[in-house]
């Protein structure tokens, strides 16, 4: 630990910005140092913004071109877009580009280290069983072009990058194995069905598969022990510690380290120069599925309130707005016979708040679930009115609250949409949907329309 006094200027690992002068002779050194500097004050900036996706990034399948469940079938698509990472560095794809996850043996070219806080991978992982892995996305640089050279430098041009005209940034993928087996940041409990389910082939195993991956990676069975004890003793092992999901040597400690994803910081897999874009889980027959929204994040600034975090923080909020997101997105894949479907057999979590296309009551329209099989089971209040005005803000607030455990009995809260009932009467081709939420939350009903004039009680 520094000592200074009050007005002692502290400079001990400061930001090296090159001092200009006239008659200074500037080498490449010199230069080299102000473009450290100018990415230096950058990542800061970046750091405060917080790291997740701007914008694109998208993670979807791509047709395979050869037999399925052979290793050269595995690939991905990604969209153009934005990121940033932990360390404050954005991560710029400028086109939609094809990333194949098993890596063929080929010689990497010089890095043209702009980067320096960033490692080559130690290791890399390749999807060659059944598994989940994490598709993450981190700088990288090279050199382009030719430069004229003037002869003042001597001949011997033995350095990377020396003759080149451009040192260019840019970004590379890795792939991490979350290891289920051996992952820290899953109990015991939740390992054993994961484990158990990675066995099973049916469609209903594996969409609840997906739901447990997701919620290991959210830490949801973790945020409950936070609630019961925030003071776990160190012996524990989800006690508190530096997350190194969102710790920087400018943030705060120590935050309690929760989800799937923060033992792959513990122990290396992934680094702060890393950016989650995905899950995808690949069986013998190939990539079964992939999953933004297990890895994926809005920008989310860094922990401020070390223990607390976890409640208090930004983390809390992106991640259940990923959970709404990935439940949505899952939701979405079932295309055959969604009236059949019920939710304690596909999901062991829902979301705090979430949306399903609903049919009539006792009907089976197409695309749509029933609400009398979707909640069999489970503790439901009938559906009430909610205007869609406060949709939004209904669905913001829950991204606070813990989500909803299908088994444990809880109560559910149902809303119907009016302004959606009253097209779907106008229309045939609306689609009728239903908004449930987390009874822990606030009852949102409405009681001022006149039924007598709009009776939706066949509607879901």
């Known amino acids: 630990m520094s000592r200074f006094e009050l007005l002692e200027p502290f400079l001990e690992d400061g930001i090296l910005n090159t001092n200009f002068f006239n008659g200074r002779l500037l080498s490449a050194e010199d230069l080299r140092t102000e473009q450290q500097a100018a990415l230096k004050r950058a990542s800061h900036l970046g750091a405060a913004v ?12 791509v047709p395979a071109t050869s037999p399925p469940g052979t290793l050269t079938s595995a690939a991905v698509k990604v969209s153009k877009g934005l990121g940033v990472n ?14 194949k996850l098993v890596r063929e043996r080929v010689t990497a070219p010089p890095e043209a280290g702009l980067f320096t806080i960033c490692q080559p991978p130690r290791t890399q992982t390749v999807a060659a069983g059944a598994g989940a892995y994490v598709l993450a996305v981190r700088p990288a640089s090279g050199f382009a072009g030719q430069a004229p050279l003037s002869g003042l430098g001597g001949t011997g041009l033995s350095s990377p990058g020396c003759g080149s005209r451009y040192a260019v940034g840019g970004v590379q993928f890795k792939l991490a194995d979350l290891s289920i087996a051996g992952n820290k940041s899953i109990d015991d409990a939740a390992r054993a069905r994961i484990i158990a389910l990675m066995s099973a082939e049916d469609a209903a195993s594996l969409s609840r598969l997906r739901n447990e991956l997701a919620h290991a990676c959210f830490g949801t069975q973790r945020l409950q022990t936070l609630a019961a004890n925030p003071y776990a003793e160190d012996d524990d092992p989800f006690s508190d510690t530096d997350d190194p999901q969102t710790a920087t040597d400018e943030r705060p400690g120590p935050t309690p380290a929760y989800g799937a994803l923060a033992d792959l910081y513990q122990s290396g897999a992934l ?19 992939i999953d933004e929204w297990s890895a994926r994040r809005r920008l989310t600034r860094g922990a401020a309130f070390e223990r ?8 809390r909020e992106a991640e259940g707005g ?6 949505q997105d899952q939701i979405e894949t079932f295309t055959d016979a969604p009236h059949t479907v019920e939710a304690r057999e596909h999901f062991r979590y829902l979301p705090a708040a979430g949306i399903i296309p609903a049919a009539a009551v006792g009907a089976a329209a197409a695309g749509a679930f029933r609400r009398e099989v979707f909640f069999a089971g489970m503790t439901c209040r009938e559906p009430v009115h909610l205007d869609g005005a406060r949709l939004a803000a209904l669905l913001r607030h829950s991204f606070t609250f813990d989500p909803v455990d299908a ?5 559910i809260y ?10 779907a009467d106008a229309k045939a081709s609306v689609r009728r949907y239903l908004v449930f ?4 939350m606030p009852w949102a009903g409405e009681a001022r329309f006149d039924l007598a004039r709009w009776d939706y009680s066949n509607y879901v």
């Open 50 to 61: 917080g790291a997740g996706v701007v914008r694109g990034l998208r993670v979807g399948r």
């Open 86 to 99: 932990a360390a404050g560095q954005t991560l710029w794809l400028p086109s939609d580009s094809e990333v």
């Open 271 to 289: 680094d702060a120069c890393d950016l989650p874009l995905a899950l995808v889980y690949w069986s013998k027959n190939g990539i079964e599925f």
């Open 308 to 315: 607390w975090s976890p409640r208090a923080d930004d983390r």
């Open 322 to 327: 990923a959970a709404f997101q990935q439940f």
């Open 407 to 411: 088994a444990s009995g809880e109560m």
């Open 414 to 423: 149902l809303y119907r949409v009016v302004q959606n009932a009253r097209a």
């Open 437 to 440: 939420t987390t009874g822990h």
